[in-house]
């Protein structure tokens, strides 16, 4: 008896958010294309997702594993041991897939062969004005210069693992994630181009990313982000690029206001009120909400202020205290 092997084995790792789980693996039942397998891994949660899968069993191949917790990047490299497809795609528990997601990719592969590739992530109507906020400042290229999958890109684009796939033969040989505690998925997107392998952007594989933070735990992730480019730019040499520097420049320059403001008038103030005008204008153009767009004002700050200061300290840190190892806001994994 021939066995039919998934085209695609899709691995989500989850951390005590049965409901996301829930939700992600409605949105993957009803693809138009059915050929690939799921593999939940779950990575020591205390608040468990395994009867949730099994009720999607009869709907779809579906593998549920558990393994003590060691992050989203171990939890990653333990499902792709038991994975079957061709292609591993990796996307994070708060994410919900359209339903033409899959035929989206097949398109893309047969129209031109690589070796990984990535999607970028949208806001869906139903989200909360804050996660529409945030979704406006991690893909605008006001605030991120459009790296993480925009056509007008400031930088090259790298796959995350929000949305990313990769040949299973070429994960394998590359020796899967790094055990990096933060941007373990850029540096494995680094490795892959350093291996010789293509890369591309699938403009219309896209998924709708929740990112449930608030501006608290927002602020905390792109700090340790910038912390991690720092460690990421020791790893592979050349990779730091200026619109990785734009964030700490902005830092550096609102301090260099606030000083001048107080010792000689509030007007210097004005360049970072046209900033809030620019960020207004172009969020009320891309969401079409007005409070939507106020708050976009304050996640682009958080975004830009996180990381600008992570890199910053980071770079202190790291390139000048000697701190090979140095993280922060290192409680959990996952947030």
């Not at 181009?193 to 792109?222: C, I, L």
């Not at 304050?298 to 300290?313: D, E, M, V």
Request: glycine content about 8%.
């Amino acid at each position: 008896m021939n066995v039919v092997l998934p085209k695609y084995s899709v691995i989500i790792p989850v951390y005590n958010r049965p409901q996301e789980v829930r939700e992600l693996l409605e949105s993957l039942s009803v693809q138009q294309r059915k050929e690939f397998e799921t593999i939940i891994v779950e990575d020591g949660s205390t608040i468990r997702c395994e009867d949730i899968c099994k009720e999607f069993s009869g709907k779809m191949e579906t593998v549920y594993l558990y393994k003590e917790n060691g992050g989203p990047a171990s939890a990653r490299n333990f499902g792709a041991q038991w994975a079957r497809g061709e292609w591993l795609l990796f996307f994070d528990s708060d994410c919900i897939i359209p339903d033409n997601y899959f035929q989206s990719v097949g398109e893309e592969l047969a129209g031109k062969e690589c070796q990984l590739f990535g999607g970028a992530d949208r806001s869906h109507p139903s989200f909360t004005t804050l996660q529409k906020a945030i979704d406006y400042s991690m893909t605008s290229i006001i605030t991120t210069g459009g790296i993480r999958g925009n056509k007008k890109s400031a930088d090259k684009f790298y796959p995350r693992t929000f949305n990313m796939g990769i040949k299973k033969r070429v994960f394998e040989e590359i020796g899967g994630f790094s055990n990096m505690r933060f941007g373990e998925d850029v540096d494995f997107s680094y490795k892959v181009k350093e291996g010789g392998y293509d890369s591309r952007f699938f403009p219309n594989a896209w998924v709708y990313h929740k990112r449930r933070n608030t501006f608290r735990t927002f602020f905390k992730q792109v700090f340790n982000s910038g912390i991690a480019r720092i460690h990421l730019s020791k790893r592979h040499p050349g990779t730091l690029k200026l619109v990785h520097l734009l964030p700490s420049a902005f830092v550096l320059g609102c301090i260099f206001l606030i000083i001048i403001s107080a010792l000689w008038s509030w007007w210097c103030m004005t360049p970072l009120a046209l900033l809030c005008g620019i960020i207004f204008t172009d969020a009320i153009a891309r969401k079409g909400e007005m409070k939507t767009a106020f708050a976009a004002i304050a996640a682009s700050f958080t975004q830009l202020w996180g990381y600008g200061s992570g890199l910053l300290i980071g770079w202190w840190n790291i390139c000048i205290l000697g701190k090979s190892n140095y993280a922060a806001f290192v409680k959990n994994f996952y947030r």
